[in-house]
């Protein structure tokens, strides 16, 4: 592939990474947790891998393809969001507490990151929209590969913001509980209107 391709794709990329949405929330939670930014953002990129791989496979297009298959993963996805966003609402993070919180480990937190974007349709109908679209039909590479390395070079990206959004949350809000508790609270809001208006999509 061209490394204008791939320049291009990562600059479009970098700016759907940089937006503010459900794993930047998610990132914040486990930053103002303590110690599980690095599990939760494993568990997000794991989701997006997957979507890069269900894309790559060709699966990507038989699922957008049936409108029924679609509104369950919609659904699961805001489900899920609703959930998270609903428990950041009622009891937010607040670092002095939750650095050594009962029943936390990593495992569970990359699980629940990797829910926060394998489950956001969102996140597969961009991959779907976006990744075939960088793709050369004429290049020596097979169009799988080719969609495989774009997703890698997305996760690349979304590794260092999410780690930064993470430990930047540890750092700032870690000896302010008040400010702590705020922008969680900010954060369940957040992933709770996107779930909301993802619900309101299928609606319409």
Known sequence: MAMSVLAAFWAVSFLF???????????????MRGRWVGSAVAGMLSGHFLATLIVAAG?????????????????AGCLYLLWLGGNLLLKPAVPEAGEAGAGD????W???GFCVSGL???????????LPQFTDPQS??????????????????????????????KAVLRTRPAAARLVGR???????????????????
């Open 59 to 75: 699966v990507g297009s038989l699922i957008a393809g049936h409108p029924l298959a679609l509104t369950l993963l919609t659904l």
């Open 105 to 108: 480990s990593g495992s569970r």
């Open 110 to 112: 990359a699980l629940r």
């Open 140 to 169: 020596s590479w097979p169009l799988p590969l080719q969609i495989l390395l774009l997703g890698l070079v997305h996760l690349c990206s979304s590794l260092v913001i999410y780690l930064l959004v993470g430990y930047g949350a």
């Open 17 to 31: 990474v940089i937006t503010p949405g459900a794993d930047w929330a998610y990132a914040i939670s486990a930053g």
């Open 120 to 130: 956001n349709p969102k996140v597969f109908l961009l991959f779907l929209a976006l």
């Open 186 to 204: 900010v954060s369940g809001v957040v992933m709770i209107a996107i779930a909301l208006g993802l619900v309101v999509g299928q609606l319409a």
